[in-house]
Each structure stands twice: as structure tokens, then as C-alpha cells.
């Protein structure tokens, strides 16, 4: 499942130091084969632009807290999709995802 917020962007700013995985596809019409996966470094904070597909944060070693910093004000600005097939993130990817 990804979701996007097509009235706003979104921030997530991290309370720890561990990295976590982000997901992201190109705003518009949802193309799984334009997913991309990222490992932040742990303090790296993330702003998803309107419109931007994403998967919900993933913590990747233990349990993370973030301040979620959304837009306000009326009408829907979540709109959710299911992928039409699983999507697998290999630890050999994930590796290779790590920041340098």
C-alpha cells in the first residue's frame, strides 16, 4: 500500500539517530515499476512534495518515533493504493541502499 497527499506536502523529522527506509513513486498516475527505496542516515529528516507516492515509515532496527508535520485545513489529502502484486526489497538491495 502507498498513499500521497495531493493537498500538501508532509515532513517526518526523526527523534533518534537509526536509519529507516523510505519508498517513493513520481506523483500522477502510481507506477510500481518507478518505485524507489532509500536508507536515510538516522538524523536525516524527509519531505514528501504533494502529490508524491509513499509507503508509511519503515524503522529498520528498532522502534523509531517521528514528528509528522501534515497539512491542515479542510477536504480529504490521503488518498491510499495497493500495489497490483508484492513488492520484495532484497537484503542485497537494501545494502546496496545504505548511504555511503
Known amino acids: 500500500m502507498l498513499e500521497r497527499h495531493p ?3 508532509q515532513a517526518f523529522i526523526p527523534l533518534n539517530d ?3 527506509l523510505i519508498v517513493v513513486a513520481p506523483a500522477g498516475e502510481l507506477d510500481p515499476a518507478r518505485l524507489r ?3 536515510t542516515r538516522g538524523w536525516q529528516g524527509v519531505n514528501y512534495a504533494s502529490g508524491v507516492w509513499h509507503h508509511p515509515l519503515l524503522a529498520l532496527d528498532v522502534v523509531s518515533d517521528f514528528i ?3 497539512r491542515g485545513g479542510e ?3 490521503c488518498d491510499e493504493q495497493d500495489l497490483p502484486e508484492p513488492v520484495w526489497l532484497t537484503e542485497a538491495a ?3 541502499a ?3
Open 18 to 20: 537509526r536509519p529507516y
Open 94 to 96: 537494501l545494502r546496496a
Open 68 to 70: 509528522v508535520v501534515d
Open 37 to 39: 527505496a532509500f536508507v
Open 75 to 77: 477536504g480529504p489529502n
Open 7 to 9: 493537498r500538501g506536502s
Open 98 to 100: 545504505q548511504p555511503q
